[in-house]
């Protein structure tokens, strides 16, 4: 199975502020990634995919990088309502699997 | 719009079964493959099963190989997971998604909103 890794495992940062998390495949995996925020008590959604193409209705301050085995999400002017879990995505091969999830506290 | 929804959760005893289902709308489900997605109490997202739009192409995480069957029907735009021999490690809130691309094995961009299953004594 590949294995995902992110990091960090929480991050806390100002509204307005840039925040990256990383993501790393155990093997390559081309652009075959995704990411999805996840807030409390709801279901995730889809925020990039192909490892940088933004899904409709996404806000411009997501964007997605990377290629192989490193990838990374960055948002930009961090916003209060981004307060949630990230969690990156392989889409490789079955099965298919997630990274462990990146808690981000806006203060 | 694209719709999801779950039911069929509940509380559940060890080694006994459970049928979840999740109701498509808004899309043209027989194009689509469809996937469940479970996320244990506080923990991080498992991806469980995925079934690819013809029903013809069924995978499965190891941790539920044998015991989970996926199934579709299209003419109810309906998907299933058949959970048998359940065991504590299978409770979660299970989650449908639909995969973003036409009879393509891609990524979710739509998700139900969870129907918790409880596997307890």
């Known amino acids: 199975d590949i294995q995902m890794t992110q990091s960090p495992s929480s991050e806390s940062a100002s509204v307005g502020d840039r925040v990256t998390i990383t993501c790393r495949a155990s093997?390559?995996?081309?652009?075959?990634l995704a990411w999805f925020r996840q807030k409390p008590g709801k279901a995730p959604e889809l925020l990039i995919f192909d490892a940088f193409y933004s899904q409709s209705g996404v806000p411009s301050r997501f964007s997605g990088s990377g290629y192989g085995t490193d990838f990374a999400l960055t948002i930009n002017s961090l916003q209060p309502e981004d307060s949630a879990t990230y969690y990156c995505q392989q889409a490789k091969t079955f099965p298919w699997t997630f990274g462990q999830g990146t808690k981000v506290e806006v203060k | 719009q694209v719709q999801l929804v779950e039911s069929g959760g509940g509380v559940v005893q060890p080694g006994r079964s459970l049928r979840l289902s999740c109701a498509a709308s808004g899309f043209t489900f027989s194009m689509y493959g469809m996937q469940w997605v479970r996320q244990a109490p506080g923990k991080g997202l498992e991806w469980v099963a995925v079934i690819s739009y013809d029903g013809g192409v069924q995978y499965y995480a190891d941790s539920v190989k044998g015991r989970f069957t996926i199934s579709r029907d299209s003419s109810k735009s309906t998907l299933s997971l058949q959970m048998n021999s359940l065991r504590g490690d299978d409770t979660a809130v299970y989650y449908c998604?639909?995969?973003?691309?036409?009879?393509?094995?891609?990524?979710?961009?739509?998700w139900g909103q969870g129907t918790l299953v409880t596997v307890s004594s």
């Open positions: 093997q390559d995996i081309s652009t075959r």
């Open positions: 998604a639909k995969e973003k691309t036409p009879k393509t094995a891609t990524t979710f961009d739509y």
